[in-house]
């Protein structure tokens, strides 16, 4: 077989066989396959798309390009959460603490953040001592121990996903929905859980800009997890203005502190509610929505998940006291207020014009080998649907280094103000799961 004929194929708009994607992604993981050829063959699918036999032969040959993780040591369901990606998504800081109070393992494998989205082991990261570099014994024990452990991956998972990624992000082909449900869907396979809930971002800062497409993600990654024999399920949710109030490692984790403490900002708290009714149903830990539902505001309210997350802390070397002392996080030792020069309604925060500030006051990566100021960011003072007058304060920014005048004026082009009431704003669209290998949507009212 020639790399070249299989390039052919899917340029011509043929339908590649398992053999053919298999001896693809085999040759391009071991450096047989040049990154040009492979280049070719991801835009080739960008255009001419995979169907559901191809998506499927390629995200097992991606499991199989490396190792897989066996949490058979861990007793119990275990259940694991993926975001697609946002700005101010620091929805793993709140659940995993959340969920592991319940007695449900949490044993996840994390990323970093690259370009407008953050990553959840940069994020843990700004917790003095905090270490993700966890061996897999550490691991699989501090789960068994403690019920949940965080860390960036161990082994080689899916070697495959790491190089097309990077390669992908250079040349145009990430959004596709046969490439980032077959990378999405590979990493969690590869990572071992028994069932999976998805969180799909749709809007201006996400891969998915319309809910169609948001809609045909899920329901290829619930179809892959489906048939894979891991039960998963995906909520839609909302990614055109950055979720909560805080972009930026150290702020994002005071406010999912906040948040476990009953204090954090609605959509934050709404999303991170029905992700853990999700998780905790798929754990069988409730049997019905409202009675899991409660369970977890009671957590809240008492403070249990709060002293979870300590003790979560603790565990991997970090400093529990930052929960009640957040003077001990880095910070930015700048602030700038950026204020309005418009009076109305708030009808739209771009997402990903948000992230891109927060990315250049220091808070995230150009490139993957970027080093990142922690306590670098900002908070919004205004989220869509508020009132905001000429000169109120709509963020505030945090950072170490440079003017940031430029970057406030970037994010006060952000914010979409207009005279009119807009409409009111929604986090959670649809649920997509499987019943009896059908795949449903349905609406969440
Ligand atoms: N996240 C991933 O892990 N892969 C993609 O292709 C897109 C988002």
């Known amino acids: 077989m020639r790399a070249i004929d299989v390039i052919y194929k899917k340029r011509n708009g043929g339908s590649l066989s398992e053999e053919e994607i298999r001896f693809f992604i085999e040759g391009f993981t071991k450096g047989d396959i040049p990154d040009y050829q492979a280049s070719a063959l991801m835009m080739a699918i960008y255009f001419n798309h995979m169907n559901k036999e191809e998506t499927l032969s390629l995200v097992k040959a991606m499991v199989d390009s490396g190792d897989t993780m066996d949490l058979s040591r861990i007793k119990g369901i275990k259940c694991d959460k993926h975001s697609t990606g946002g700005v101010g998504d620091k929805t793993t800081v709140v659940l995993a603490p959340l969920v592991a109070y ?12 690259l370009g407008h ?3 959840t082991l940069d994020k843990l990261e700004a917790i003095p001592g905090f270490s993700t570099g966890l061996s897999e014994e550490c691991f699989i024990e501090n789960v068994n121990r403690h019920g949940i452990a965080v860390a960036g991956q161990t082994g080689e998972l899916v070697p495959a996903d790491k190089k097309l990624y990077a390669l992908r992000d250079v040349t145009a082909t990430v959004e596709n929905t046969s490439l980032i449900a077959a990378s999405i869907m590979s990493k969690k396979l590869a990572s071992g859980a028994d069932k999976i809930v998805l969180d ?5 800062g996400a891969f998915m800009k319309t809910m169609e497409d948001s809609l045909e993600l899920a329901e290829a990654m619930v179809e892959i997890g489906t048939m ?12 055109n203005e950055p979720l909560g109030s805080a972009v930026g490692n150290s702020l994002e984790v005071i406010e999912a502190i906040e948040t476990l403490k009953g204090r954090g900002p609605k959509d934050l708290t709404e999303l991170c509610i029905e992700l853990a009714v999700h998780m905790l149903l798929l754990a069988e830990r409730f049997e019905t929505y409202q009675e899991a539902k409660s369970a977890i505001e009671d957590a809240i309210f008492n403070k249990k998940a709060l002293d979870k997350l300590k003790e979560f802390i603790e565990v991997q070397g970090g400093d529990p006291r930052v929960a009640d002392d957040y003077s001990l996080f880095p910070q930015g030792s700048k602030q700038e207020v950026v204020v309005s020069d418009k009076e109305g309604y708030v009808h739209d925060i771009d997402a990903e014009q948000i992230g891109h500030c927060a990315m250049l006051l220091g808070a995230g990566r150009k490139t993957k080998d970027d080093d990142i100021d922690l306590g670098a960011g900002l908070v919004l003072n205004k989220k869509t649907g508020d009132f905001v007058k000429q000169g109120d304060v709509l963020a505030t920014l945090y950072y170490n ?18 005279k009119e009431k807009g ?14 290998g059908r795949i449903v949507q349905e609406e969440i009212v």
Not at 102 to 113: C, E, I, L, N, T
Not at 200 to 204: A, E, M
Not at 228 to 239: E, N, P, Q, S
């Open 102 to 113: 319940f007695g449900v393992p949490v044993a996840k494998m994390s990323g970093r953040g």
């Open 117 to 119: 989205t953050g990553g």
């Open 200 to 204: 799909v971002k749709t809007g201006k």
């Open 228 to 239: 894979y024999g891991r039960h998963t399920i995906a909520l839609i949710t909302d990614m």
């Open 401 to 418: 280094e440079g003017d940031p005048s430029q970057i406030g004026q970037l994010l006060q082009k952000s914010f979409a103000i207009s």
């Open 423 to 436: 409409k009111n704003k929604k986090i959670l669209y649809f649920l997509v799961k499987s019943i009896d």
